[in-house]
């Protein structure tokens, strides 16, 4: 019972602490909601605790850049989240984490062309679905990740319930999907 209290807890209370340096120490800032610039409160982050909900990182201000996306835990340095570097300036909560990812993806812009549809985490889009390239997807329940690489590596996308017309609207640069990860509530 004390377990459930703690998760029920952890996602409501949406809370994240940044530190400059490596292993929680240096300066720290702590956050609890959206942030467009961190820059003012830290200069670097190479650690981070996540205390309660599911984070976006952004490298860049106002969510532009590299997204890193985190949920509860510790991470001692950068490399733990996947980043590429210590640069973060932006930051906001994952809302509406559900139990359930459903998802239709297409080979062409504008939800055009062969569809397949998605209900739970993918090591490997090419495997499964024999195709290397997502141009257009619809978020029917989730969120999810989408990821550059198989298993679960490369550049993050978040990409949150709604509809995505081109890969550019998720933030990326280029159509490549290796890889989609179910977010729920117990990752």
Not at 85 to 104: A, G, Q
Not at 162 to 182: L, N
Request: with cysteine; charged share 25%; glycine share 8%.
């Amino acid at each position: 019972m004390v377990f459930v209290i703690q998760i029920a807890w952890n996602l409501m209370n949406k809370q994240i602490l940044f530190y400059e340096d490596r292993n929680f120490q240096g300066r720290s800032y702590e956050c609890k909601g959206e942030i467009s610039d961190l820059h003012s409160f830290i200069t670097r982050c190479n650690s981070a605790r996540v205390k309660g909900g599911f984070w976006v990182l952004y490298e860049r201000p106002n969510y532009m850049g590299y997204q890193y996306v985190v949920g509860p835990g510790e991470y001692p340095d950068y490399h733990h989240w996947i980043g590429f570097n210590d640069s973060l300036r932006s930051c906001r909560p994952i809302r509406h984490v559900t139990e359930h990812l459903k998802l239709k993806f297409f080979e062409r812009p504008n939800f055009d062309g062969q569809a397949w549809e998605v209900t739970e985490s993918t090591p490997s889009v090419q495997e499964r679905f024999l195709c290397r390239e997502i141009h257009s997807c619809k978020v029917h329940e989730g969120p999810c990740v989408f990821f550059e690489h198989p298993n679960y590596r490369g550049r993050q996308y978040l990409l949150e319930k709604g509809e995505y017309g081109r890969h550019t609207e998720w933030g990326a640069m280029h159509p490549t999907v290796g890889s989609i990860r179910q977010i729920t509530k117990d990752c």
